[in-house]
């Protein structure tokens, strides 16, 4: 007989309280229309049927392409096509839409040595692609609740992935909000043996070796502090404080 194995995240759905009452002026504006969004190529093709109003609240690619006023034939068709993105990857997205989290964790995520003798944990790449994804489809919701995805992971493991910045520097240019949590894994969390085992690489992005060097500058001057900057729950490294957006967290 199957047995079913409790979780850590049953413990937390179930001691975090739901808000089940709200007012009517809460509720979703997703309107009725949908628009398929098709995502990859071949037999790994797959279509989402996402509410309109949902895509261009979250997106501002999603906003163009759909504009009725625009010459996109997308607008007209209510169908936008992404053959280049990865449909597992889009799901984690179509998620978040519908509800506000991001379900990007697997159980067999860790496996074997990373080349700085860590466990190599698949999740952490999978993230900064889903962040990725949003910097392609211009949705800063998305990119802060990944970000935020990523500190909580850090928070609750007490682990780090050493080049969570290699993927962002080499695909985008990450957000200042992005970066600064970039360098300050590097600047708060490597020791002596990363810098010795991969330092080197960072070579590679010359503007994001300048921020680690302003960073520790600062460090230098006024000593490391008590606790780790993501330690709190607020929007420090949240890119919406810099465009003027709403904050995903008041959109669910
Ligand atoms: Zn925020």
Same mark, same amino acid.
């Given at each position: 007989m199957a047995t079913l194995k409790r979780t850590a995240s049953d413990d937390i759905a179930r001691t975090t309280p739901h808000k089940i009452r709200r007012s009517a002026a809460e509720a979703p504006k997703t309107g009725t229309r949908t628009v398929a969004v098709h995502v990859g190529s071949g037999t790994e093709k797959r279509t989402f049927d996402i509410y309109q109003d949902t895509l261009i609240r979250h997106s501002e690619f999603f906003k163009a392409a759909l504009n009725p006023s625009s010459n996109w034939m997308e607008g007209q068709q209510r169908s936008v096509s992404l053959p280049e993105d990865c449909p597992q990857n889009f799901e984690i997205l179509f998620h978040f839409l519908n509800t506000?989290?991001?379900?990007a964790s697997k159980e067999d995520d860790i496996s074997g040595t990373s080349s700085t003798s860590c466990p190599l944990d698949l999740e952490w790449g999978r993230l900064t692609e889903c962040w990725a994804l949003g910097q392609k489809l211009l949705s800063t919701t998305y990119k802060d609740a990944v970000v935020d995805t990523i500190i909580e992971k850090m928070r609750t493991s007490g682990r780090f992935c050493s080049n969570l910045h290699e993927y962002p520097c080499q695909n985008s240019t990450p957000s200042r909000a992005f970066r600064k949590l970039l360098v300050d894994v590097v600047v708060y969390r490597w020791s002596q043996k990363t810098w010795a085992e991969i330092g080197d690489g960072l070579s590679s992005f010359p503007d994001f070796l300048l921020d680690i060097a302003r960073a520790q500058s600062k460090i230098s001057k006024?000593?490391?502090? %008590? %606790?780790?900057?993501?330690?709190? /729950? /607020?929007? %420090?490294?949240?890119?919406h404080m810099d465009d003027g957006t709403p904050c995903y967290k008041t959109l669910f």
């Open positions: 506000g989290s991001i379900f006024k000593g490391f502090p %008590t %606790t780790l900057p993501w330690a709190g /729950d /607020d929007c %420090t490294y949240h890119e």
